[in-house]
C-alpha cells in the first residue's frame, strides 16, 4: 500500500517541472523567457541515438543535485518539426546540450559525458 501526503505530492510535481519537454512551438516561452528566471539546460536528443540514452539519466542527477537552481528542457530532435531547433541552433550531432541563461546560449557540448564533467560545465558557465 502506497500512503502519499499532501508534500509528497507537491515534492513530486516540482521536481517533474524541473525537468520537461518542449517542442518548437513552446520553446521560446518555456526555455528562452524561462530562462531568465532559472538557467535551463537544453537537451537537443532521438530515440535512436545510443549516447543520447545515455546521458539522459546523468542529466536527471544533474538536476536533482542543483534543486530548483537549474531546469532541464528534452528536445526529441524527431518529434515535429523540432529539428528546425536543430538548425536555429546549428547542431551538428546528438545528444548536444545548450545551456540557455537570461536569454542566450551560454556554453555547449556533445556526447555523452560523465556526471563529473556536467558538474565543472555548470560551475564554469554559471559563475
Known sequence: MCVLNK????TVQKKEA?????????????VVAASNNTPVLVDLWAEWC???????????????????????AKVEVDEGENMKLAGR???RGFPT????NKGEEVARFSGAKPLSFLRNFIE???N
Open 7 to 10: 508534500w509528497m505530492v507537491i
Open 50 to 72: 545510443s549516447p543520447c540514452l545515455v546521458i539522459s539519466p546523468i542529466l536527471k542527477r544533474l538536476i536533482d543535485e542543483y534543486d530548483a537552481e537549474l531546469k532541464l
Open 89 to 91: 541552433y546549428k547542431v
Open 97 to 100: 546540450i545548450i545551456l540557455i
Open 18 to 30: 524541473l525537468i520537461f519537454d518542449v517542442d518548437l512551438e513552446q520553446f521560446d516561452e518555456m
Open 124 to 126: 564554469e558557465n554559471l
